[in-house]
């Protein structure tokens, strides 16, 4: 449902490449690092993917990077869906 589709974050580490872009791309193994979507060390880093359309999702998949940093980063503290942000 998310691939190629809008997205933006708090930050980006290196714009040569880790866009926000890179997180969308459908690339689910990146050994190096290299064209993540990464931030900068944000308090608390997010990342907005706009689905352009509503679904009902019986689940989210997330990849962690795979090199010898993945290992440190909390790869979820929170998960916002839409409708936990509708006011």
Known sequence: ????????M???YNPDY????????????????LFTAHSLSD?????KIDLLDIYDLNSVVIYNRQDAFGK????????????????
């Open 10 to 12: 708090s930050s980006i």
């Open 18 to 33: 880790h866009q926000p872009s890179n997180a969308v791309d459908n690339v689910t193994v990146c050994p190096d690092g």
């Open 72 to 87: 440190y980063i909390n790869i979820l503290d929170h998960l916002s869906l839409l409708g936990d942000l509708l006011e």
């Open 43 to 47: 308090f608390r880093p997010w990342i």
């Open 1 to 8: 449902v998310a691939v190629n589709k809008p997205a933006t």
